[in-house]
């Protein structure tokens, strides 16, 4: 039995990034930061500072390339190879953090991961998630590991635009739904149990919580809420693989999430907003009621997050779209957790509910 429980050390505070160099010095005297163009913007000057009074040089500020992506992970290998380089550091959101944890794999380097928005759990989870260049999804890469350091400034997930952390909290949501599906297959153990109750709080944590916490970001006030879910999208819903391991993975709403990302005017709409309409589709699927159903898409208005098609820019699917939907679904990875055989059918009629019983809540702005 292997077991990977997020990263080695998680540090949350407000105002941490400037004292990244206390922290990042245990791992050496050269640094390579590695990220998005606004990422690297936001934290290259305080991190350079902090580096610096600590000993430590960073020698390369790079580009991840725009998408998690085997050439992007090759490119960034290859110019890395030769260079005399102690520590990796990534900045940015689940795409460049799943890009960096890919090298440093291939490097056998630490790894110190600075999110800049909390979208996703990558950043304590030992997976990348594969794209193409294009941004349509591929698979899961395994040669991937969990970091040695998280260190994440509230105050700097609060300045990001609101909208991430709404997606991040559509993604974790989706803990509680995927894993109680996908621990059906599974013997009941000590840790997947674990898991189970790590992922029921998860969700009752964002139920209780996660409209306080959209509400600082658009008051620009870090509040205790703020943080709690913070630390929930990011470090404890990657707790729930970890302790879960393959009974308790990803299941029909990033099945769904996958196919979706076939059609390009869907990659405007981010990760955890396509997995939050996912989570209805999985739910159509499982045959649950639907005033669950609804009961979840108020959540879903509160907050924000889609809940139809065309919110997320899909319009007029033709019936060939449809099917081309469904067959490639049932092809994801994620797919196969669920408890029973899905078919492309099972896959087409549980979005078209999904989006029909998302349509009948959509209020008059909402339409607009």
């Not at 934290?43 to 020698?59: A, D, F, P, T």
């Not at 580009?63 to 900045?91: C, F, H, M, P």
């Not at 990033?254 to 589709?281: K, N, R």
């Not at 997320?312 to 939907?325: A, F």
Request: with cysteine.
């Amino acid at each position: 039995m292997k077991v990977t429980v997020g990263p080695a050390q998680y540090i949350r505070n407000k105002g941490v990034l400037e004292e990244a160099g206390t922290y990042i010095k245990n791992f050496g005297k050269t640094a390579a930061l590695i990220g998005g163009h606004t990422s690297r913007g936001i934290i290259e000057g305080s991190l350079r500072k902090s580096l610096s009074e600590h000993g430590v040089s960073l020698q390369h500020s790079l580009w991840y390339g725009g998408e998690s992506s085997q050439k992007n992970i090759d490119r960034l290998v290859a110019d890395l190879k030769g260079e005399n380089i102690d520590v990796l550091i990534v900045t940015g959101g689940g795409k460049a953090i799943d890009t960096v944890k890919a090298v440093a794999y291939r490097l056998n380097k630490p790894l110190v991961v600075i999110p800049t928005i909390a979208a996703t759990c990558a950043a304590a989870t030992p997976i990348t998630i594969l794209y193409t260049n294009e941004g349509e999804f591929i698979g899961i890469e395994r040669k991937s590991k969990a970091p040695e350091l998280v260190l994440v400034d509230s105050e700097i997930i609060m300045n990001a635009p609101v909208r991430f952390l709404i997606a991040g909290i559509g993604d974790t949501l989706a803990k509680w739904f995927e894993t109680k599906a996908s621990v059906k297959k599974a013997t009941p153990t000590a840790l997947n149990q674990t898991a189970i109750a790590i992922a029921a709080q998860v969700y009752q944590t964002l139920l209780q919580i996660g409209k306080e916490a959209v509400t600082s970001v658009k008051t620009q006030i870090v509040t205790k809420e703020l943080e709690d879910v913070i630390d929930t999208v990011i470090l404890v819903s990657g707790s729930v693989s970890g302790y879960g391991g393959d009974d308790c993975r990803t299941a029909g709403a990033h099945a769904i999430y996958s196919g979706l990302t076939i059609f390009p005017e869907v990659h405007e709409t981010y990760h955890g907003e396509i997995v939050a309409f996912g989570i209805l589709a999985q739910l159509c699927m499982e045959n649950t009621g639907e005033d669950e159903l609804k009961s979840l898409i108020s959540y879903y208005q509160e907050i924000g997050l889609p809940f139809t098609l065309k919110q997320m820019g899909i319009t007029n699917l033709t019936d060939r779209q449809w099917k081309k939907l469904g067959e490639i679904t049932v092809t994801i990875e994620d797919m196969a957790n669920m408890p029973f055989d899905v078919t492309p059918e099972m896959v087409i009629k549980a979005v078209r509910k999904a989006d029909e019983i998302g349509n009948g809540m959509l209020t008059a702005a909402e339409v607009l």
